[in-house]
């Protein structure tokens, strides 16, 4: 059974930072690329970032670009979500999920079928 548990959210002042993990079971983790989604009140659930398996290439959304840093630790089954320069914008339940399906567009959510619960994340102004 696929399981991804988030922590690591919280409350920040725009400016902090906040690491956020994923921890992963119920398959081969190395396998899969992974990615972290968020998703405001009244907004859609937007990728953020995704990180391959073994090889770990990153791809970013142009709102983490820069600021945002993923990584994975194949040895303890997680994927991780450094962000530095929290703004007011970033405030959203953050996701990670598993990629299983190969579409051309890392946004595309019709590539990840396994989904966390979602950590809370809020920038105070």
């Known amino acids: 059974q696929v399981r991804l548990v988030e922590s690591g959210g919280g409350l920040v002042q725009a400016g902090g930072s906040l690491r956020l993990s994923c921890a992963a079971s119920?398959?081969?983790?190395?396998?899969?690329?992974m990615a972290w989604f968020r998703q405001a009140p009244g907004k859609e659930r937007e990728w953020v970032a995704a990180?391959?398996?073994?090889?770990?290439?990153?791809h970013y959304a142009e709102s983490a670009k820069g600021r945002f840093t993923i990584s994975r630790d194949n040895r303890k089954d997680t994927v991780y979500l450094q962000m530095n320069r929290l703004k007011p914008e970033d405030t959203a339940i953050y996701y990670c999920?598993?990629?299983?399906?190969?579409?051309?567009?890392?946004?595309?959510?019709?590539?990840?079928?396994?989904w966390g619960q979602g950590t809370q994340v809020t920038v105070s102004s």
């Open positions: 999920a598993r990629r299983t399906h190969f579409y051309p567009d890392w946004s595309d959510l019709r590539g990840y079928e396994n």
């Open positions: 990180i391959r398996g073994i090889e770990s290439e990153t």
């Open positions: 119920g398959f081969i983790f190395y396998n899969y690329a």
